[in-house]
């Protein structure tokens, strides 16, 4: 009978000192909601499942210091990177892919000149999503304690599962995730999510998406290292005065020299962007899985073969599997060649941030027009003309 009293007295004790899960919620979505200063190290894995399963992978450097409005926002993932820096008094907008970089006026949102690469949004991308993460709440549980591996040492953490009320908007929706949060700061160092919704147009069901979080370093108002918020050019980084692929549709003169590259098309056969010199060009950026691009590739396919004995060249851009591809064009008998850009090192180059992006360049190698979205085949067909088709 003792032995029975003693395990009960202990079993009630380990309950007692069960973490609240909403305290710790709580406590977390002050420390985000609240901060002037912070330092973020990222990596970010998204599975998109709609039919097919799409992947995403970025890593992140996210620092700032809110008294003295200074800041750095590093990202890079398969379509596109940069860094943004202001130091106090001017800001600098780095894009490895292009090696150039150019110097903002101080109250320009960095998007209006990086190509639509949105860099302010980028800077609180971790404090919006955690200053929230009490919210809406169903359910929540700290269901257990773990040690998580960081720079710097080993991290004991509170499991925490979350389940959501949807917001407004998604239809249908359930968003469940588990929070790894540090027993003493209260940070969120790993996160697990997965949202599933019925599709917006209901042509494939539902859409997953899961994703993980996995921070290397998180820091929340403490001393942050000067030499974040100082821009340095990295060697052969080339200043430019603006980095905008589409610069042309505020008015300023076309000059840009569209950036080379040597890729294979679906047959093999290699392809060198600056050896269609004296041509007039259409790059096509496209995905099987992109909606609007199919809507948009019969357009494509009509210039194609309509202008063909003016000098016209059309490639479409394709960084999927080959062979699916191929069974794609082949369906739907799309005939103007498709490369191959293995990790969209090319769309990188071409700051191609969503799909379809159309880029069209003049026979004398010169950017011409940049359009993303989807087009209608007058649209395309005068900004080749307006090349010198």
């Known amino acids: 009978m003792k032995k029975i009293a003693l395990l009960f007295t202990i079993t009630l004790s380990a309950f007692a000192q069960q973490p609240d899960a909403n305290a710790l919620l709580a406590r977390a979505a002050g420390l985000y909601s609240g901060a002037e200063a912070y330092y973020f190290v990222a990596s970010e894995h998204t599975v998109t499942s709609n039919g097919e399963a799409r992947k995403e992978t970025g890593n992140l450097v996210l620092a700032a210091r809110d008294e003295q409005g200074r800041s750095r926002v590093e990202f890079d993932d398969r379509s596109q990177g940069g860094v943004a820096v202001f130091d106090g008094t001017s800001r600098w907008v780095y894009v490895p892919a292009m090696r150039r970089y150019s110097k903002l006026p101080k109250d320009l949102p960095t998007e209006a000149q990086a190509g639509g690469m949105n860099f302010d949004v980028l800077a609180r991308r971790y404090l919006d999503r955690y200053g929230s993460l009490d919210q809406r709440v169903l359910k929540s549980e700290a269901v257990r304690t773990e040690t998580l591996a960081m720079d710097g040492g080993d991290v004991a953490c509170q499991v925490v599962e979350v389940s959501y009320d949807p917001p407004p908007g998604m239809r249908e929706g359930l968003i469940e995730r588990v929070y790894w949060i540090a027993e003493e700061s209260g940070l969120v160092l790993q996160e697990h999510s997965t949202a599933s919704m019925t599709s917006p147009n209901n042509a494939a069901g539902r859409v997953q998406v899961v994703q993980e979080i996995v921070f290397q370093r998180a820091k929340v108002d403490e001393s942050l290292d000067q030499d974040l918020f100082v821009f340095v050019p990295p060697p052969g980084a080339q200043q430019v005065e603006s980095l905008r692929p589409d610069a042309q549709s505020s008015g300023a003169p076309v000059s840009t020299e569209a ?26 950026f496209w995905a099987t899985w992109c909606g609007p691009c ?55 180059m071409f700051q191609v941030n969503a799909l379809p992006t159309f880029v069209v360049i003049d026979r004398q190698g010169r950017l011409a027009a940049y359009m993303r979205g989807t087009r209608t085949e007058k649209q395309l067909e005068q900004a080749l003309l307006k090349a010198g088709l």
């Open 259 to 284: 950036p080379d590259f040597t890729l294979r098309d679906l047959s093999g056969e290699s392809v060198q962007l600056s050896s269609k010199r004296g041509d007039v060009v259409l790059l096509d």
């Open 294 to 348: 199919r809507y948009d590739m019969p357009f494509v396919q009509n210039l194609a073969e309509r202008y063909a004995d003016r000098g016209l060249k059309v490639y479409g851009m394709n960084s999927e599997d080959v062979e699916q591809a191929s069974a794609y064009l082949r369906q739907n008998d799309i005939t103007f060649p498709t490369l191959v850009d293995p990790g969209m090192r090319t769309a990188k």
